[in-house]
T-cell receptor, first 116, second 113 residues
Framework: AQTVTQSQPEMSVQEAETVTLSCTYD???????LFWYKQPPSRQMILVIR??????QNATENRFSVNFQKAAKSFSLKISDSQLGDTAMYFC?????????????FGPGTRLSVLP | DTGVSQDPRHKITKRGQNVTFRCDPISEHNRLYWYRQTLGQGPEFLTYFQNEAQLEKSRLLSDRFSAERPKGSFSTLEIQRTEQGDSAMYLCASSLDRLYEQYFGPGTRLTVT
């Protein structure tokens, strides 16, 4: 079974600064996908970024980028130029490529506060 | 299309009552997922459908829970004989077969008193 760990329950960052959220996972699979989702207060989950395990290049989406270390089973999210609207719970999620168990396994989340 | 919708948004029920939630996925999405999220935790997988077929169920899904997707479009999740431990946010998500990104609805918050 897959597990996802986010070791930082809460973090804060000053507006316009950069912050990195950590995620590690445990799996015996070789083909899988990793995701970061954002859940603003009282609002629905939104996809931030995804990474295919077979791609060595780290994914980027505007101010969001990941550092994917497959051997270390690490998948951290870097948010540059933090904005007040980035305040949210951030969840790291794992999904197998095929076969049984094609559902997300989520980590416990990191609550990020962006301070003015 | 405005995304995944769920109804109701909030439900308060007494212990022992049955409740049913509805999820309408994005129209062209053939995969539909149900998750449960308790306060301060990440969502936990309950079950998923590909079209009308229920392909997997989590061990979290006790026999009091049943889900359907009769025509491969909307889905319902029913909880029978609710217990206080069922209090949670129930999230629905949908995706296209090959793209894997899941799009989430706003959730149904269930409170069992």
């Amino acid at each position: 079974a897959q597990t996802v760990t986010q070791s930082q329950p809460e973090m804060s960052v000053q507006e316009a600064e950069t912050v990195t959220l950590s995620c590690t996972y445990d799996t015996s699979e070789n083909n899988y996908y990793l995701f970061w989702y954002k859940q603003p207060p009282s609002r629905q989950m939104i996809l931030v970024i995804r990474q295919e395990a077979y791609k060595q290049q780290n994914a980027t989406e505007n101010r969001f980028s990941v550092n994917f270390q497959k051997a270390a089973k690490s998948f951290s999210l870097k948010i540059s130029d933090s904005q007040l609207g980035d305040t949210a719970m951030y969840f790291c999620a794992f999904m197998k490529h095929g076969g049984q168990g094609q559902n997300f396994v989520f980590g416990p989340g990191t609550r990020l506060s962006v301070l003015p | 299309d405005t995304g995944v919708s769920q109804d109701p948004r909030h439900k308060i029920t007494k212990r022992g009552q049955n409740v049913t939630f509805r999820c309408d996925p994005i129209s062209e999405h053939n995969r539909l997922y149900w998750y449960r999220q308790t306060l301060g935790q990440g969502p936990e997988f309950l079950t998923y459908f590909q079209n009308e077929a229920q392909l997997e169920k989590s061990r979290l899904l006790s026999d009091r829970f049943s889900a359907e997707r009769p025509k491969g479009s909307f889905s319902t999740l029913e909880i029978q004989r609710t217990e206080q431990g069922d209090s949670a946010m129930y999230l629905c998500a949908s995706s296209l077969d090959r793209l894997y990104e899941q799009y989430f609805g706003p959730g149904t918050r269930l409170t069992v008193t």
